[in-house]
């Protein structure tokens, strides 16, 4: 029931674009902090109805690395992330203003379709939601085959990568046949961020990957997501101070709507320049 | 004083529970009674004869069913042929798209389609179709027992599909797949089995229509051979001979009767059968 | 914590339309299947009131209350057919409705675990029992037991009262209204079992915490509170039974006549169709049976759609939706 809404005028069905094979390589040329920003955000506002949740937010986030959004219920996380893979065009009340750029384009540019917006930033959520009805293998694949990649030679191989990346593999690979709901919780999440990696996407987004998570399968998780983080974009939203302060290269505190702050994860946990910030590290609200 | 009023209620309550527990059975011994009659008085009468032969003229005794059984089938066929795809894309209309004030139109008039006596589908279809062919015919048959179907079988595709939690339909679209994709091959697969037994359920209920068919396939003595022609149908069969004046034909009724109650029966334990792992109730 | 806005329920969803072809495609091509709904009901409604142009050109108002059902000299009047159908419905509701109540109660309140999935399982094959196999037991089982035990004895005891005098034939409205009691049983019997399974766990713990047995807390905390519901769930059962057709038309005796007495022979509006539209042979004839279908169609409608408003009133404040 989720609808996707028409901005556009109507235009030729584009073709399906298979993926490339390779894991991307992010040239990172000049000094660190010149090189493109991997989602590059000016003045993004985002209304449900005649509610404001976003205010005019400007952020720009680094590529391969890992950058936490934190801040206390309700401030806008959330729907910052999925402002960046274009998830609000599912909502019809939903209204958008401002840019957001994916590698120097444009995600509501005429030339992308939300489709391809959605294929080059992946998302995990809070909940894992393997497809009950498919397999270990089929969950990982579906990605690549229901956008019409049918050689089972290369969905093998895609799938297998994805698995090891997801630091999966060595757990399932002897029932790769099996229904993905007899995995644990922890393993599910892992399967859902392999599904997401299939696809080999610029980017990652995670809405709380481990909330719903013991904590050994949270410490599985953000080992993974230091390991991705060579090879990806990672944007982590987490209401764990602790587990933004372990993982992640940069940190964005939002309040109420509005990026309060954002810099280099150990500044700001330490000596934030802004009062709201150090208020929210040093637990007085949230 | 106490001792007494506590007594008093002690045995209300105890009147009571046996009161509804007796009014449970005598809401089971009609059906209990139906079941062994029809078993008693059918079967007798099942044999291979019944099966495959034709029915005898009026006053012989012997001869089958061979061709209401069959008609039934055929009708049950033509009718899935409008009746289930109909039925399963509105079904996904009303879940995946469209806006509150459609979809509750929507969904109300599939509830008054829903409870439109079947005589009067058996009516419009008439002045629909048999009236401009000057003829009585399977294909009338089929499309009155499909349009009995489509507002049946959309309601419970709808009432499946929803239970379907979102965050399949999220984690999808989040991997880029188009929606169409997402909605049949993530969303309906997921949903299918409910989807099957919805469909098999207005299927076991339509085989047993008699009303809608009493001027729309008529009913015949041979075999049908063309969609044009009128068509035999089992619970027609059972009408007809039920109220003729012939102890032969009563006694076939009664063995039609035990066959339809078979097939209506099976399809109906085993789909909730194979359901019931999904929705275990508590109270 | 997320703003829900992921979960938002399908019923907030509206129309849009997508670049993509196959998005297009599809989402127009499920409009159109479920837009076949209102292409239904025109196609109902046209054609009754086609159908019965004639019948209400000619007789007007004065067809619902004649009752003369005359086809050799054209004259046609409804009434008997609405006596039938509202006397036997009211007997049914009578003898169905509390049974139903009463097994709702038990299968919710009192029944264990086992005997709770079997009677279930039994309703719900009753549920689904064809009317036609119903009427042949009707026939052959049922009314020459009415005849010769059940009215005999209701003669004698009862006798006083107009309703069970008479000449007993066995085929009666009160055979009619009995078997559709039968058909409509296991309808309100699981509509109300829902309703007493949506009342909150907490108003029966009130009820408990202040010493009740528990029938007193099934009719202080459970009955009352759903007594909006269990009738809305009898109307319901009102709706199905007005269009019971087969199993009526084969005990009801078919004879169009109004008279004080349960035994005597009936006719419904349903049967009345049944039974002579294959062969009424002049126009007016086919076109008075028509007009008997809108006024059923008329009075189903009706009655379904106040069945539903009084469900929803019922579920409104309470509505657990698992969307």
Redesign the interface.
Known sequence: MLMTEDQQKVRPPTPVVIPRTEVPQKKVSGPPGSSTPAISVRDLSVYFGANQVLKRVNLDVPAQAVTAIIGPSGCGKSTFLRAINRMHDLVPSARIEGRIQLFGEDIHGDHLEPVQVRRRVGMVFQKSNPFPTMSIADNVTVGLRLNGLRKNSVLAERMEQALVMAALWDEVKDRLSSPAVSLSGGQQQRLCIARALAVQPEVLLMDEPASALDPLATARIEDLILELKRDYTIIIVTHNMQQAARISDDTAFFYLGELIEFGTTSKLFTSPSKKQTEDYVTGRFG | MQNNCHLR??L??GL??V???L??L???V??C??FY??LK?GIGSINWAFFTQLPKPVGETGGGMANAIVGTFELLGLASLIGV???I??G?????????R?????R??????N??????????V???VVLPQHRFSALAGGIVLG?IM??LI?RTTEEVL??V??????????????????????VV??A?KGIVTGVLLAL??V?????PL??TA?GNRYWNHHLSDPIAAL?LQ??NY??SPYEDW?RQ??AG?LV??LF??IV??SV?VLTRDKFA?T? | MTTAVGNMPASKARVFSHGVAGDRLFKWLTLAMGLSVFLLIGLVGFELAHGSALALKKFGWRFLISSDWDPVNEQFGALPFIFGTLVSSAIALLIAVPLSIATAVFLTEIAPYWIRQVLTMFIELLAAVPSVILGLWGIFVMVPWLREDLFPVLRRTLGSLPLFTGPIYGVSILAGGIIIAIMILPIITSISREILRSVPGLQREAAYALGATRWEVTRIAVLSYAKKGLFGAAILGLGRALGETMAVTMVVGNRPEIVASLFAPGYTLASVVANEFSEAATDIYLSSLFEIGLVLLGVTVVVNALAQVMLKAFAGPTAQSPH
């Open positions: 209620r002690k209300i309550n009571m529970q009161i509804t527990c009014c449970s005598m809401v089971v009609p059906l009674l139906v009659h029809v008085s795809p109909i039925g894309l509105g996904i209309f009303l879940s995946e798209y469209g806006s509150i459609l979809n509750w139109g929507i109300f008039g599939a509830d008054v389609l409870g439109v006596p079947s005589i009067i589908w058996g009516m419009v008439y002045a629909l349009m489509i507002p959309m929803r239970l939690p979102n965050g399949y339909r999220e984690a999808a679209l989040a991997l880029g797949i188009a929606q169409w994709r997402t909605i049949l091959q993530i697969r997921t299918l076991a209920r085989a047993g229509e008699t009303a009493l001027f008529l619970p059972i009408f039920a109220i009563h009724a009664w009767a339809l109650l209506v029966a109906n334990v909730r109730q109270r």
